[in-house]
């Protein structure tokens, strides 16, 4: 499975390169986009984003901001008032626990260690938690998010049924080191271009000789010249 994985990971290289790290001044920033784009689209969720970040320019102004503020200014990425309320809580317990509002002190701790310390605050799991460590702080950790478990499923990467948990820890110990962050991507450009949930590209998909999902054995290959 580890070579599978190796081999898929080059051709969606191939295919759609290698992406570039982009730097990330402050790991807050992606800890609150992560849990604005919990159970919406990419889209709604950054115009969420952009949308708390106009109405509170600051961390701190978000801290002492209206909960019922928060939500009218993310409505649009939805469960408005559950994310408004997790994410005062979790800038008050920032605040607390490190004395300002910044997490940059996240990249200075062991991989285990800040995702035992964060999955324990409400509206932090596993997935977001790996985000901000892949993506703020350049670990090698590979983020399970719903349109990954379900390509990897297609893939047999991991068995059918799976949970997003159970999915992160067989994918992060079939991904090679150096890898994690461009498998992520591409695997996610994949999901939104070609492998979507519902009537996935598979005569344009560039790992379909990889695939066991029924999509696949499911579609008739066009021959071309007759
Ligand atoms: S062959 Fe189809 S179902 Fe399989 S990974 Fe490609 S797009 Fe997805």
Redesign the pocket.
């Known amino acids: 499975m580890k070579q599978k994985v190796k081999s898929v990971i080059e051709i969606l290289e191939n295919a759609f390169g290698v992406p570039c790290r982009q730097p990330v001044n402050e790991p807050l920033d992606i800890l609150i986009s992560t849990i604005l784009s919990q159970n919406t689209t990419d889209a709604n969720s950054d115009r969420a984003y952009q949308s708390l970040r106009r109405s509170f320019p600051t961390w701190e102004d978000a801290l002492a901001g209206d909960p019922a503020e928060i939500a009218a200014a993310i409505r649009v990425g939805g469960l408005a008032e559950q994310k408004a309320t997790r994410i005062k809580a979790i800038l008050g317990w920032i605040k607390e626990n490190y004395g300002q509002m910044s997490l940059k002190s996240i990249c200075d701790m062991d991989t285990e260690e800040a995702i035992s310390v964060f999955c324990r605050l409400k509206g932090i799991g596993l997935k977001t938690i790996s985000v901000v460590l892949c993506f703020a702080c350049g670990r090698d950790v590979f983020p399970v998010d719903t349109h990954i478990l379900r390509?990897s499923v297609?893939?047999g990467i991991v068995p059918e049924g799976s949970s997003a948990l159970k999915a992160h820890s067989i994918i992060n110990q079939l991904v090679p080191p150096g890898k994690a962050y461009s498998f992520h991507l591409n695997l996610l450009r994949l999901g939104r271009t070609?492998?979507r949930a519902r009537n996935?590209?598979?005569q344009v998909?560039p790992?379909?000789q990889y695939?066991i999902?029924s999509?696949?054995t499911g579609f008739t290959p066009r021959f071309e010249g007759g």
């Open positions: 390509i297609r893939l070609i492998c996935p590209r598979c998909c790992v379909q695939c999902s999509y696949r």
